[in-house]
Structures are given as C-alpha cells and as structure tokens.
C-alpha cells in the first residue's frame, strides 16, 4: 500500500460559523426555504387543504340543518338536506385529493433539491473531509434522512395544517353556537398545549440519537457488504454478524425511548382531550333537557367537538414526527453548511498557455492534521522540469504519496510552496491544476458503468476511436473487445467483473485518454503480469517522452530508464541521481535494489509506496 494512506483529518474543512441547531424545530427552515421556491403548488396545496378542512366541518353543519329543518317539518322535505351533504362530500373528495396531490409533489420535488444541494457541495470538499466523514454515513444521511424529509413535507406538514385549521375553525363555529360551553373547551386547551411543550423537549434530543443510530446500521451494512470478500475469506461472518447486532439493538434501544415517550405524550393528550370533551357534552345534554339548546345543535357541537379533539390529539404525533424531521434537516444542513479547506481565491491566478507541465516543491514543510508532531515532508525542494521523468523510491512512510497530494492540492503544506508552471498553487484555481494532470492510483477506482464511461472519464468527449486507441497503448484492447457488449459492457461495482490486471489497464488507458502534460503513476503497473507489464511499460515509456511524469514505484527495474531516481526517506531526499551511480554510491538505494535483484525476480519482494 502506499506509505500515505491519509489519517482521518479533524480540522482539514472549515464549516460555517455558526452551523445549525441540532434536533430543534427550527432546523425545519432549511427546508420551507427551499419550499417556497414553488409558490404555485404551495398556493395550490392550501387552497385545497383549506378547502378539505371546511368541507369536514360543514358535515356537521349539514347534519344540523337535517335535524333541526329536515325532522322538524316530520321528514317530508328532507331531501334537499341530504343531497346537501352529499356535495360537501363531494367536494371534500376532491380537495383531499388535491391535497395530497400538492404536498406529496412538494415533498418530492424539495428532497430531490436537497440532495442535488448536497452531492453539489460534497463534491467541492477536499478528499480530507471525507476522512473525518465516512461516506457510508452521508449516504444514509441523503437516504434515510431525506425520506424522513419527503415524509414531514408531504405527510405531516399537510397533516397537521389540516389539524390546525379544522381545529381553529371548529372553535370559531363551536363558540358562535355554543359561547358557554366552547369557552370551557378553551380553557381545557392550555391543559394540553403543556404536556407537547415538556414531554416534546424530551423527544428532541432523543429523536436525533434515534436518527444518528439508524445511520450507523446503514453505514455498517455499506461498509460489511463492500468487504463480503475479505470477510468470508477470513471466515468472520459470525463476527460481523454479532456486530451488526450489536448496532441494531442500539438503534431499537434509542427507538424504545422515543416510542415510550411519544406513547406517553399521546396518552396524556388523549385523555385530557377526550376527558374535557366529555364534560362538555355532559353539560351540553343538560341544556337539551332543559331546552336551552336544540338537538341539532347538541348533535352539530358533539360532532365538531369530536373533530376538533382529533385534530388537537393528532397534533401530539405531529409534534414527534417534527422533532424526527428536524433532526434529519440539522444532519443535512450539517452537509450543505460545510466550507471546502481547500478552495479557488476570489481572483485566480491563469495558469501559462501552453502548459509547459514544470513542477516545483520549495522548502515544504507538511504534516497531516492528525499527525501533526510528525511531519511527512521537512524542508522537501524538488524541481521537476518540463518532460523529465522522475522516479521517487523510498521505504513506506518516506513520504512519496504525500507530494502526489500536494501537487493535486488535496492538502496545502504548513510552509514552503508548491507550483506548477511558475504559478504557487494557492493562487490559481484547483480545477485548472488538476487539468493538467492525469493519476494512475495504485488502487484502481472504476465506477458501477460502461467500459466506455470508465475509459472517457477523464475526457467525456472522446470518440470511440480515441478510447480504443488509448486501450490500446495500455494493453487493454483486446479484453475489453471480448467482453459481451465491448465498450458498452458494465462493469460492476467497483469494477467487480474485471480482475486486479484489467482493472489496472483501464485506470491506465484513462490516464493516457486524459492526454495532460503531467502523468502521476502511483505504482501503475503493480497489478499486472509480467508479460502485460512489459506491454504497458513500453507504452508508458513512449506516453511518457513528451510529458513531465512522477513515477512512485516499488519494482526498481521498471524505473532505470528515468531521467531521475529520487530516493526519499522520513519525509526527505536523502540521494539522487539515475541507477547506475545510486547503485556505485552504496546507499539506501543500493541496499534497496540489493534486495530486490539478488534476490531474483521471482519473488519480487517489494518496497512499499
């Protein structure tokens, strides 16, 4: 592996001043702000869900007027007041269903903007952002959160706005009918209102741990399922098995607390609101008795008063459905709020036309945020001039990968300087650097798609021809000529249908179709034969004649023709010069070699990168 395998970074990006509260309801902003980017469906959506809330509270009205007009002329006109109700049936249909046309479409449309918001500011953070965030866990943060999201826009807000209104409306009508007995139902309010306020501070802390807990089973089963072939082949099934279990059970622990206390607060609320409704219709029944109130308004109030109750009771689960939400919208705010370490300045510096493809490292002083006391380059100046091949050679932890991370400005050093034609990289813009260069890691990245986008990657425009002709050169036309639909085959996950060679010689074809005036060869050909290496090496050497090249390699024969060996160690230079006088000077590089060639190539014993 290559000696720089990056520590995870505590600090490496700088978020936002002031980052969101975490599980409060007004976490909830960040998504009405992104709501109200659609005023027309949210114009469209209220009208129909105040028109759904006045239509239910007509029902008890229409079975009012049956009882006190129809009844009291002896039934015989009373289907006027039938056919009545009938419509108002019909139109609560309809706006019901618009309803839940409007928000359900507001809900998706406001989870698609936030994930497109957040894969857009991921993909500005630096490699070091996520090292201190696993990827596994802001995958389940843009599935599991945003779906509890999609479900608070399209679901609950509309639930409880209904609730709201068919509650505040039935209290207006309940008290024009009934003043007396409407002025106890709002005394019973502030008796309910109570409980949500003390038992839902409760639920807030314990709705983000919630949510935090499920995304660490998702992280779990990304990071188990992407290993399943290590973890059988050290037979640790069973382990991962009890940890996985381990981590379920947290997460149903968590969720048993938040159900406790949302059960809780549900009962509390039921019971008063029911409690209060019940005296009501106690002293309602006494005043038809004693004639102070006709049954059709007795009947009217109790009807009402069980609706606006409902919607009042409904309200406690609402309230527990917000705090999840508002925990799911501080998670990924967390995500849209971050600031990316490594950025473009206001006023970028132009890089030369033509590149010229010269790299410079001056006096560079570098450690990684976690390792901070140990530095992976001290002093480091290295002048690569334009069309020179230099190999850099060391044992592992020299500190070769790291200059790969500096150049590509992954990373800016602590002191000293990093240019690339002239230009300090702090100044110009880091797509602009990264363009002019084209990296074959030593792990081989391929993505779930087609031959042909994993080979034009680097350049999305290339023709057919130009990708085969880089094949090609990498030895990689005729495997990918027999696969089943050739350049349109897929490739699996993490090119999974290719073996370690294959995958290696398309890395390296992509590399060479990038066609950039600086190559970065981590170990390119680590994972080949010796027959394709031999193949791909007499590619590289001709690839490389016209281009500036850092070759971090680990077999010392496949670097005698570079114009310069650089032998590092503990994060310095400690000789150079070509292979024949590093082999006279008798140095690390000597002892090196020593262990490789007379040893025999058989064993290939190797120097790690």
């Given amino acids: 592996m290559s000696d720089e395998s990056q520590p995870a970074t505590a600090n490496s990006e700088t978020r936002a001043s002031e980052e969101p509260p975490k599980g409060k309801i007004g976490n909830l902003r960040m998504i009405w702000d992104r709501a109200i980017g659609y005023p027309k469906q949210i114009t469209f959506a209220v009208i129909a869900l105040f028109v759904a809330s006045m239509s239910t509270l007509a029902i008890p009205w229409g079975f009012k007027n049956i009882i006190d007009e129809g009844f009291a002329a002896n039934g015989t006109d009373i289907a006027p007041y039938f056919q ?37 500011n991921l993909l500005r953070m630096a490699p070091s952002f996520f090292e201190e965030n696993r990827p596994s866990e802001i995958a389940s943060r843009m599935t599991a959160d945003t779906a509890v999201i999609e479900q608070i826009l399209g679901t609950t807000v509309s639930v409880a706005t209904r609730n709201v209104v068919t509650g505040v409306g039935g209290i207006i009508i309940l008290f024009i009918l009934a003043p007396k007995l409407t002025a106890g139902l709002l005394i019973a309010i502030p008796v309910i209102v109570l409980p949500i306020v003390y038992i839902g501070r409760k639920l807030t802390n314990v709705s983000r741990s919630s949510q935090d807990r499920v995304a660490d089973v998702g992280a779990m089963v990304a990071e188990t399922l992407g290993a399943m072939k290590i973890v059988q082949a050290f037979g640790q099934e069973d382990r991962e098995h009890r940890r996985f279990q381990g981590s379920v059970e947290s997460t149903f622990d968590t969720a048993k607390r938040r159900i406790r206390l949302r059960a809780t607060l549900t009962a509390i609320i039921i019971g008063l609101v029911f409690t209060g409704i019940t005296m009501l219709m106690w002293r309602g029944a006494i005043g038809v008795a004693e004639g102070t109130i006709s049954g059709g308004t007795i009947a009217f109030f109790v009807l009402t008063g069980g609706l606006v109750a409902g919607a009042f009771g409904a309200l406690t689960e609402v309230y527990g459905d917000l705090l999840r939400g508002a925990g799911a919208a501080g998670r990924l705010a967390e995500l849209l709020a971050a600031e990316p370490g490594i950025a473009a300045p206001k006023s970028p510096i132009a890089l030369p036309v033509p590149p010229r493809g010269q790299i410079s490292f001056d006096n560079v002083t570098f450690a990684y945020p976690t390792r901070t006391e140990t530095a992976a380059l001290k002093s480091f100046s290295l002048k690569v001039l334009p069309g020179e091949t230099v190999a850099v050679v060391g044992p592992s932890g020299a500190g070769k990968s790291t200059l790969f991370q500096l150049a590509q400005r992954f990373y800016d050093p602590q002191s000293g300087s990093v240019r690339i034609d002239g230009v300090a990289l702090p100044s110009a813009d880091p797509a602009d650097i990264r363009e002019r260069m084209a990296l074959v890691p030593q792990d081989t990245v391929l993505f779930a798609a087609t031959a042909r986008d994993n080979l034009r990657y680097g350049q999305w425009d290339a023709t057919d021809e130009e990708i085969w002709e880089a094949a090609r050169a990498a030895n990689a036309e005729q495997f990918l ?108 590089y000597a002892r090196l070699a020593e262990l490789q060639f007379n040893n025999g190539e058989r064993s290939q014993p190797k120097i790690s990168a």
């Avoid at 409007?102 to 857009?120: P, Y």
């Fill in 84 to 120: 009545q109700l009938l419509m108002v049936v019909a139109v609560l249909a309809v706006a019901t269903a618009c309803r839940f046309y409007f928000f359900s479409w507001l809900g998706e449309r406001v989870v698609a903007d936030i994930r497109l918001a957040v894969q857009r």
């Fill in 481 to 588: 000529r027999e696969l089943p639909d050739g350049l349109d085959s897929y490739m699996g996950e993490s090119g999974t249908r290719l073996s370690g060679g294959q995958r290696q010689r398309v890395s390296i074809a992509r590399a060479l179709l990038r066609n950039t005036p600086i190559l970065l060869l981590d170990e390119a050909t680590s994972a080949l034969d010796a027959e394709s290496e031999k193949l791909v090496q007499d590619a590289l050497d001709k690839l490389m004649a016209n281009r500036t090249t850092i070759v971090i390699a680990h077999r010392l024969a496949t670097i005698r023709s570079a114009n310069r060996i650089i032998v590092m160690d503990e994060g310095k230079i400690v000789e150079q010069g070509d292979h024949d006088s590093l082999i006279a000077r008798n140095g690390l």
